[in-house]
């Protein structure tokens, strides 16, 4: 098994990484079950890297039924050390409008009912992981330098508030949230992350910015449509394979 320089893990809209060349799909089982899907490796400037989408490749899987240990397990099975997680997000605050891509450096866990942690299972290591910041800082620097280098604008600090959904919050959560100092709201931000920090990953997420968070644009009383949330992201994903390549070239 080969070192891969970079996995990425797509969300909302982004199913494949059509930069990748001479591709290989694995399937890999892990300890806690299959990944959403096939984890695609192949090349990107010379470097292996693997891709997996996180809902699964036709979006079959909701945000509470993913199973994140296994898609982390995975990645981390076939060689990976560091993990980029592509999220769909909600603007929540002004710097965080449609289209911009935001690397959060907190997060704020409301999800409820998810299996969050590796040690669930009697006889397994009792872990107590340092959070305190939940994403990986040497990474988030990478992205930022790669991002600068690609002239691609991204916001460098924010944070996440990982709602349970499936369905989107309303605007009094999305109000609760601004007053918890939550920047981007989205389902599939935790318990990823925590996994990840348990499994040993650098692990940081760009945001895509798909939609004002209910009641929190120039118009609170616009209907968020998925219509608008996929023609955003792909707007949005212009930059990122720009970046990708800065941070692997
Ligand atoms: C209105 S789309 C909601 C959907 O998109 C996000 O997914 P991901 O983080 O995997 O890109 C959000 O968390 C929801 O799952």
């Known amino acids: 098994m080969g070192v891969i320089d970079l996995a990425i893990i797509g969300g909302t809209g982004v199913y494949a990484l059509a930069e990748l060349a001479d591709v290989e799909a694995h399937q890999p089982v892990t300890h806690y079950g299959p990944p959403s899907g096939p984890v695609r490796i192949g090349?990107?400037?010379?470097?292996?890297?693997?891709?997996?989408?996180r809902h699964g490749e036709g979006h079959s899987l909701?945000?509470?039924?993913?199973?994140?240990r296994a898609n982390l397990a995975a990645l981390k099975a076939l060689g990976?050390?560091?993990?980029?997680?592509?999220?769909?997000?909600?603007?929540?605050?002004?710097?965080?409008?449609?289209?911009?891509?935001?690397?959060?450096?907190?997060?704020?866990?409301?999800?409820?009912?998810?299996?969050?942690?590796?040690?669930?299972?009697?006889?397994?290591?009792?872990?107590?992981?340092d959070f305190g910041d939940p994403y990986t800082q040497s990474l988030r620097a990478q992205?930022?330098?790669?991002?600068?280098?690609?002239?691609?604008?991204?916001?460098?600090?924010g944070c996440y508030g990982a709602t349970q959904g499936p369905r989107l919050e309303t605007k009094a959560e999305i109000a609760r949230m601004k007053r918890d100092g939550c920047d981007l709201v989205g389902m599939t931000g935790m318990p990823e992350a925590g996994l990840a920090r348990e499994l040993g990953l650098d692990y940081a997420c760009l945001g895509i910015v798909a939609n004002w968070a209910a009641g929190a644009g120039p118009d609170p009383d616009e209907?968020?449509?998925?219509?608008?949330?996929?023609?955003?992201?792909?707007?949005?994903?212009?930059?990122?394979?720009?970046?990708?390549?800065?941070?692997?070239?």
């Open 43 to 53: 090349t990107l400037e010379g470097r292996r890297v693997a891709f997996l989408a």
């Open 62 to 68: 909701p945000p509470h039924r993913i199973n994140y």
């Open 80 to 129: 990976a050390t560091r993990v980029l997680a592509l999220n769909t997000v909600g603007g929540i605050t002004a710097q965080c409008p449609p289209r911009a891509l935001v690397m959060p450096d907190q997060l704020i866990d409301y999800t409820w009912g998810r299996i969050s942690t590796l040690c669930e299972e009697p006889g397994t290591d009792v872990l107590h992981v």
């Open 143 to 157: 992205v930022a330098i790669a991002a600068e280098r690609a002239g691609v604008a991204i916001v460098e600090q």
């Open 223 to 249: 209907i968020i449509t998925m219509d608008e949330v996929l023609a955003n992201v792909q707007a949005a994903m212009d930059g990122v394979p720009r970046i990708l390549r800065a941070m692997l070239g």
